[in-house]
């Protein structure tokens, strides 16, 4: 292998080498576009609640899966960023997945906006539910 190279390209590789360190962290990443509402996600995202990599998840099933009791603090903390009067986004609350189990998901996001996009909210999930007291 020569090393001597100054200019290595590593765009190759890498899309496929951080899909698995992220599957193996279970940290999903997640995009929602806020004048269409379209939800893109990573598998991680899709498995953190409890679908199949391959499942349609939207962004009214996300809000769906979250607990009656935690949906209004998540959406207020969401309506917070989008508005600007928040810098970020920053929640921990629990989900009903589809297989009946309670899971505690902490989401952390920020907007975005690139030349020409239209503004998105972007962030990552964790299923943290193994990390908090019993």
């Not at 899709?46 to 959406?75: C, R, T």
């Not at 907007?111 to 908090?132: A, M, P, R, W």
Request: hydrophobic share 35%.
């Amino acid at each position: 292998m020569n090393t001597n190279k100054k200019n290595i390209d590593l765009s190759v590789i890498c899309d496929d080498h951080w899909d698995v360190v992220f599957d193996h962290l279970r940290l999903g990443f997640w995009e929602l576009s806020i004048a269409t509402g379209i939800l893109r996600s990573t598998r991680s995202f899709k498995e953190n609640f409890g679908y199949p990599p391959d499942g349609v998840l939207n962004y009214e099933s996300v809000l769906g899966l979250i607990l009656p009791e935690d949906l209004d603090h998540v959406q207020d903390e969401i309506e917070l960023t989008v508005t600007r009067e928040k810098n970020s986004y920053d929640v921990l609350y629990r989900i009903r997945r589809p297989d009946g189990k309670i899971r505690w998901i902490k989401a952390d996001g920020i907007l975005s906006q690139q030349d020409g996009e239209s503004l998105k909210l972007i962030g990552t999930t964790l299923d943290v539910t193994d990390l908090k007291p019993s």
